[in-house]
């Protein structure tokens, strides 16, 4: 049974660090994109950040842009999310899920294998 599951989540400080990941497993993740989304309360999902497998393709909301990095280690079957220089409106539950390219990573439409996500609270 194909599964994702998200873990680093935690409580930080404005201007810190996190390192979130995505592990996989019933299911060889070198041959997908992955997928990282996010949601808070009231708010819709936002597309994150997305790698892409074979093509090299990778994916930054503007939002992020110079501040996440996103990253795989296939020999792990797992996906990483470096965030740095965290803001309170980075809060939010985070998400993998895969799919087969990063097209669709700016919405989440036909990404599928959602986890439950991991919590990231930005505040001082």
């Known amino acids: 049974q194909a599964q994702l599951a998200e873990s680093g989540g935690g409580l930080v400080q404005p201007g810190d660090s996190l390192t979130l990941s995505c592990a996989a497993s019933?299911?060889?993740?070198?041959?997908?994109?992955i997928g990282w989304f996010r949601q808070a309360p009231g708010k819709e999902r936002e597309g994150v950040s997305c790698?892409?497998?074979?093509?090299?393709?990778?994916f930054y909301a503007d939002s992020v842009k110079g501040r996440f990095t996103v990253s795989r280690d296939n020999a792990k079957n797992t996906v990483y999310l470096q965030m740095n220089n965290l803001k309170p409106e980075d809060t939010a539950r985070y998400y993998c899920?895969?799919?087969?390219?990063?097209?669709?990573?700016?919405?989440?439409?036909?990404?599928?294998?959602w986890g439950q996500g991991t919590q990231v609270t930005v505040s001082s």
């Open positions: 019933g299911f060889t993740s070198d041959y997908y994109a």
């Open positions: 899920a895969v799919d087969w390219g990063c097209t669709y990573a700016p919405t989440g439409e036909n990404f599928r294998w």
């Open positions: 790698i892409g497998s074979s093509d090299g393709s990778i």
